[in-house]
């Protein structure tokens, strides 16, 4: 009684489902990761030069200078090559690549730790640190400000952005103690998300943001120092 | 939420690891309050200027290596 034809019809008869169909999961499709494996040169130079920068970054805060780190960033491209075939592409690409840099500079690092002066050895790494990330007298008994920070609309984009200022920003993040630097340059260098810094490092996502948020908030203090 | 408590909130805001609670608390403080908006820009400031370090060339050396390496690679 009163039932149409329709209602009687599996959902989709009309051709018009209100709801999606089952979702279809693709591969996703890596444009650098293809080129690599046809074997693109231009691919391959454009990749290496775009990550050249975060690469040596992240090697040198293991290594204790530029030429270790070099071979390092080397090692690790050359590795990436020798495995290329079997990399199915279920990680991106540069998570991949990162990824196996951080096995070659630790790696590296555990063995320039065994000829380094014994001193060296026995100096304790700083762990990723408790307690508020700013000066305390910097609040009223009431948790408020009393000495704010300054704005720095008023600091000129030409200053901001000098050779100079981007010097200080290094050596902030290079004066981190290991385990906030290492976050902080795979989210704010590097340019990873916060899961797949999880994943690198195998950290949990609330370790990984105190880590951050001391890094970020040492390298805020020392920008306001300069800018001051 | 007072100042000093919401300084240490920033990093899990700016990557949405907050309550809806908290982060409504958050936004309802930092609407009203000149240091800690100024704050959260410089910590913004901050990761901006960290994202430009990193411009680096490969020195050529290294460069005309690797792609050697991945000739040799393409060939194999």
């Known amino acids: ?228 | 939420m007072t100042c000093r408590e919401v300084v240490e909130l920033m990093t899990d805001y700016l990557d949405g690891a907050l309550s809806a609670a908290d982060r409504a608390r958050f936004d309802q403080h930092i609407q009203g309050c000149d240091g800690c908006r100024a704050y959260l820009a410089q910590l913004r400031t901050a990761r901006m200027l960290m994202g430009r370090v990193a411009s680096e060339p490969v020195p050529e050396p290294l460069k005309a290596e690797l792609m050697n390496a991945f000739r040799n690679w393409k060939s194999s």
């Open chain 1, 1 to 228: 009684m009163g039932v149409s034809l329709f209602s009687r019809l599996p959902p989709c008869a009309e051709g018009r489902p209100t709801y999606p169909g089952p979702r279809v999961v693709r591969e996703p499709i890596d444009p650098d990761l293809d080129a690599l494996k046809s074997g693109d040169e231009a691919a391959f130079e454009a990749l290496i030069g775009r990550y050249h920068g975060p690469m040596m970054r992240l090697a040198m805060s293991y290594l204790r200078d530029r030429g270790a780190a070099e071979d390092a960033v080397q090692e690790t491209w050359l590795t990436c090559l020798r495995t290329l075939d079997k990399f199915e592409g279920r990680s991106a690409l540069k998570t991949w690549v990162f990824g196996i840099l951080l096995n070659v500079a630790r790696s590296r690092h555990r063995k320039e730790s065994r000829i380094l002066p014994f001193t060296s050895l026995f100096r304790r790494e700083p762990g990723e640190g408790r307690g508020p990330t700013v000066d305390q007298r910097r609040f009223g008994s009431d948790g408020l400000w009393s000495t704010p920070p300054d704005t720095w609309s008023n600091v000129p984009e030409s200053k901001l952005l000098d050779r100079e200022t981007i010097d200080q920003v290094k050596a902030a993040i290079e004066a981190l103690p290991p385990k906030q630097r290492e976050v902080v340059i795979l989210r704010d260098v590097a340019g990873f998300e916060a899961d797949e810094v999880c994943g690198l490092l195998a950290i949990s996502p609330a370790n990984q943001r105190v880590r951050l948020h001391r890094g970020r908030a040492s390298v805020r203090k020392a920008l306001e120092e300069y800018l001051k």
